[in-house]
């Protein structure tokens, strides 16, 4: 009571005990609000926020809100650079398993595997599905390493949901751009124009395009080991694809979609210059 009496008359304050209660409150609102300030990592500088209101739950805004909410934090919860992999694996057995099977092929090439007679029969999906596709194990583990060493560093980067993005921007065009390059050489020799309608596409090789595209823009000093063994430049690696690809497509009759590849590093090379821009991503070099 002494203490209460003294501060009373040194504060000239009526109610010391609400005083001290209103500061105490005034405090942890004050660390509250410090807390939650807004943390930006280089090279990713803008970050995405929702501000939820109740009310907006059954409009078709914030329905659409939660929806894609929800399905960023998915891709952030559970890493999107495994999920790709496991699809891309899950993909291969279903391969194993009923590509040996008539009818089990039959359903496998009509839905993952993207073509010109696929697409007049309006099986647009496949060329989604096809970018997740892959029959050889050597195609899968190839572009399976070089996704995963790769996109670590870009997953954390420019984040999970803009990883995803890139991953099924490269694919796509990269298989439109191989159907197209199929479609020119059936309209240049009407012989081949049956064989270029039934050539199909599959493979994420324009997917991991983009990836390394990126990677060796946002970080063309970092060393990246050839075989295991060679060290090279990140963006000297990718003026070596670019460079192989180019001249394939120039003088190569196999079966390597060099017209996909390019059309991968293209949305790599887009989604830097586009980021650079905007301000999405800061310099790095």
Known sequence: MLCVHTLRQTLKIKNPLGFAKRGFMSFQQTAVRTQTLPVRVVPVIISRKYH???????????ILSAVRGSYERF???????YIIIGLNVIVFL??????????????????FISSINHIKRHRYWTILTSTFSHQSPSHLIFNMMGLYF???????TIGATRFFHLYLAGGVASTIATLILHQMKGSQNPYSKRQ???MGVLGASGSVMSVVTLFGLLFPKQPVYIYFVLPVPAIALVGLYIGADVWGLANSSSGV???????????????FYYSMRTGRIARTW
């Open 196 to 198: 270029m309608d039934q």
């Open 94 to 111: 279903l391969w194993q398993v009923f590509g040996s099977q008539k009818e089990g092929a039959i359903i496998m090439r009509d839905n």
């Open 150 to 156: 790769l996109g670590q560093n870009l997953y954390y």
């Open 257 to 271: 979609s060099n017209a996909g590849h390019l059309a991968g590093a293209l949305v790599g090379a887009g989604y």
């Open 75 to 81: 891709l952030r919860r559970y890493n999107v650079l």
């Open 52 to 62: 939820h209101n109740p009310g907006d739950n059954w409009t078709v805004p914030g």
